[in-house]
């Protein structure tokens, strides 16, 4: 089920945004293989697989890539496969004999996705990172925060799954679209700092002609520095978000809260915005956020209450549109975006590591006997589900 039902993934194991595009297409319905190490323990921060929201949806199969038996049944694998994910330092596939030219040698329709930081090349492709420094390295991270303060850590989003597996994934479908006229595969290499460069697009030109200040924080119209697109403490000491840009909006926004319309007129005269936003701060802190929720949400005031990862799964709005799932007792989003036909079914939880080397390995081909070798050999190993 799903837009993707058919669509062969092998996702060699990694952490950040690899794990996440390959759960965007799992999400979708395509039949995902992770192949793990075979030692115990994993990548990343340790967690039992039913936390692991960005593992969901897919089967894994344990293998030691140094051992040549281990390699050449993860070759076998990608054989069959459409698209393999990636998401090592540059060279260290290559290494172990899974680079793109072995991959392609064998199966030439393949699609090779590649996901790091920095990219296969230049001078700092070999350097270890997170998503922090390479969206320090775009701008995006000096863009963001209290303009008298240091920048602020916007979560891994803009780098890891922003600029990161979300581009990934755009790429492999790009790629798949043109094998429909090539026949070929392709390698995609997808870098986190090209993709949060490509998030900037429209900063660069608002600041090529003069409309954003790239020096400055929350200086500009959509960093904060607009006091009509700001957060603001309310009553209860929780927070809400205003973002009435437009004018008719603001109007909207004013007549509701009570705020002087001289402001309305002269929303965007950068003289009046310290006035402005003192004036809002001050009626914000006179209710609550829910008072003011039950007072704004739904208007054209552009309003929402800022909620907290906690709070969000029980919003209404959230309700209704079934935003979230209960996988193996984990509440966690649904998958997105949705179609109007080809819905998939339902995420399931992320497998233990080798739950299933004995089934996708018959799949590929090998008699109960050969994988009890690879087994005993270690070049596999397998788990209980």
């Not at 969901?56 to 038996?69: G, N, W």
């Not at 920048?151 to 890891?160: C, I, K, Q, S």
């Not at 004036?279 to 006179?286: D, E, G, K, P, V």
Request: proline letters at 7%.
């Amino acid at each position: 089920m799903g837009p993707l039902a058919g669509l062969r993934v092998i996702e060699l194991a990694s952490i950040g945004p690899g794990p996440f595009c390959a759960m965007l297409l799992a999400d979708q319905g395509a039949q995902v293989v992770r192949i793990d190490r075979v030692e115990p323990g994993g990548l990343g921060v340790p967690m039992p697989p039913a936390y692991d929201v960005a593992g969901r949806s897919r089967r894994s199969v344990a293998l030691d890539f140094k051992q040549p038996a281990g390699r050449e049944a993860a070759l076998r694998l990608i054989d069959r496969a459409d698209v393999l994910i990636e998401g090592w330092r540059p060279g260290v596939a290559e290494r172990l004999g899974l680079g793109p030219e072995d991959c392609l040698a064998r199966n030439p329709t393949l699609v090779f996705g590649r996901m790091t930081g920095f990219g296969q090349t230049g001078p700092l492709a070999q350097a270890a990172g997170h998503d922090l420094n390479y969206i320090a390295l775009t701008g995006a991270l000096h863009a963001i925060g209290a303009g008298d303060g240091k920048p602020a850590v916007p979560l891994n989003l803009v780098g890891d799954y922003g600029g990161g597996a979300l581009y990934l994934a755009f790429g492999l479908m790009a790629a798949l679209f043109e094998r429909q006229r090539s026949g070929r595969g392709q390698v995609v290499d997808a870098a986190m700092v090209d993709g949060a460069s490509s998030l900037l697009a429209l900063f660069h030109g608002l600041a090529a002609c003069g409309q954003w200040d790239p020096q400055h924080r929350a200086a500009n119209l959509l960093d904060g520095g607009a006091p009509f697109y700001d957060t603001y403490e309310a009553a209860d000491g929780r927070h809400v978000s205003l973002g009435p840009l437009e004018p008719k909006f603001f109007a909207e926004l004013a007549r509701r809260i009570g705020l002087d319309a001289r402001y309305v007129a002269r929303q965007y005269d950068r003289r009046l915005w310290p006035e402005m936003r003192a004036a809002i701060a001050a009626l914000m802190r006179s209710k609550t956020r829910d008072e003011w929720t039950a007072l704004l949400e739904g208007s054209d005031a552009c309003f929402a209450p800022v909620l907290t990862l906690a709070e969000a799964p029980a919003h209404a709005h959230a309700r209704a549109r079934e935003a979230f799932v209960d996988v193996a007792g984990v509440r966690q989003p649904a998958p997105a975006p949705r179609f109007s036909r080809s819905a998939p079914t339902a995420p399931t939880a992320a497998p233990v590591p080798g739950a299933h080397t004995r089934e996708v390995l018959a799949e590929a081909g090998y008699t109960a006997l050969e994988i009890g070798t690879l087994l005993a050999d270690g070049a596999a190993r397998a788990a209980q589900s």
